[in-house]
């Protein structure tokens, strides 16, 4: 029994064995190689001053929005439309509110009648305590009676300027005049409190809302004027540093500088990105980093190149972008200036595919 058992488990052991070599000469990959191109990074250390990015804003721009909760009746504007100051934007149906003002109207009616009598009764009373026909405790009662009624008049009228504040918020209107940016909502839709319905910006004056260096903001000072390159347009614009902030607490370690747009005739519009030419000497040295955007890799929020393993295969690298210079991109980190990366493929690309240089 135990001999056969011997037998038994010698035959498994070559039988898996034999499995095994198949295996292995199943993985052996026979796939042709991918021809591909490579560049070497290029690396721009010319300019000795500072340049960071930028965006443009409108200088008076605001995103309008409602307190109370309802279905939207009506929306009056359209994106691009012009529109004046206290111009009606949006209608909120406002039935409830409807309700409240005629129950309120109801209340003053109410309390304007009874402070009436009470104040024809307080009067009397007054006359007849003056003339000793009234006791003392008849005038103090004639008296709390009136000053009640008058505090109950008094909150009516206060309810009522309640419900005509929240009317203000069932009709949105233009705070400034400008032009419509956005629209957020159509008719039918549910308005809700603080979500943005439309918005609104003063076209011709612009600024640049720009992101400084830990180490470069010592040197940035308010009414410094700079460069703007307007990237989309290709043309430079003068600015000047109207704010700087002095905390990077919510900004990851970057400062935030604010930029007026002198007057220009250049078709700029909110939300175009720029580079800011700061006339400071930079501080930090190091080279700048550039490959081209077409050969960017992209998968969802993240950016990457692929490069040239030892093994020649593709190796894909991810990596942090900074500015957009032209066709060109800075690589912040992930990528060193002496390394060579693959900018076109004869085939599909991915991590581990056979390549050949041409």
């Keep these: 029994m135990k001999k056969t058992y011997t037998i038994l488990t010698f035959s498994l052991a070559l039988l898996f064995a034999s499995c095994g070599s198949e295996d292995q000469k199943a993985a052996v990959d026979n796939t042709p190689a991918i021809a591909v191109k490579t560049s070497q990074v290029e690396a721009n250390g010319n300019s000795p001053f500072l340049s960071v990015s930028g965006k443009i804003q409108a200088s008076n721009s605001a995103d309008l929005s409602t307190r109370m909760m309802g279905y939207v009746n009506k929306v009056h ?7 004046r100051k206290g111009q009606l934007l949006v209608s909120i149906n406002n039935a409830d509110l409807q309700a ?32 000793q026909s009234a006791s003392q405790k008849e005038m103090d009662d004639m008296t709390a009676n009136f000053e009640m009624a008058k505090a109950r008049l008094e909150s009516a009228n206060q309810m009522k300027n309640e419900i005509n ?17 956005s629209k957020n909502v159509e008719a039918g839709n549910m308005a809700n409190p603080g979500a943005p ?10 600024e640049v809302m720009a992101m400084v260096p830990e180490s470069e903001i010592s040197e940035i000072k308010k009414g410094t004027t700079v460069d703007v390159l307007v990237k989309s347009i290709n043309q430079t614009i003068k600015g000047k540093v ?20 002198d007057k220009t005739d250049a078709k700029i519009l909110s939300g175009m990105f720029t580079t800011v030419q700061f006339p400071v ?33 593709a190796l894909l690298r991810w990596l942090r972008l900074g500015r957009t210079f032209g066709d060109q991109v800075e690589v912040l980190s992930g990528l060193n200036a002496d390394e060579a990366y693959i900018v076109s493929a004869e085939g599909k690309l991915y991590n581990g595919a056979k390549i050949s240089v041409q």
């Design 77 to 83: 504007v359209n994106v691009g439309d012009k529109v």
């Design 197 to 206: 319905l439309i918005s609104i910006e003063t076209p011709g004056h612009f």
């Design 165 to 181: 504040a929240q009317f203000t918020y069932s009709n949105i209107t233009a705070p400034f005049s400008g032009t419509i940016t």
């Design 281 to 313: 000497e930079r501080k930090a040295k190091s080279e700048m980093v550039l490959v081209p955007t077409a050969a960017i890799i992209t998968n969802g929020q993240l950016s990457g190149v692929y490069t040239v393993s030892q093994s020649n295969t």
């Design 242 to 261: 109207t704010e700087v902030s002095t905390s990077a607490k919510n900004t990851g370690g970057q400062y935030l500088v604010k930029i007026n747009l």
């Design 100 to 131: 409240k003002r005629a129950q309120v109207n109801a209340g003053i009616t109410e309390a304007t009648a009874a402070f009436n009598s009470a104040q024809k009764d307080y009067n009397r009373f007054k006359n007849l305590f003056a003339e």
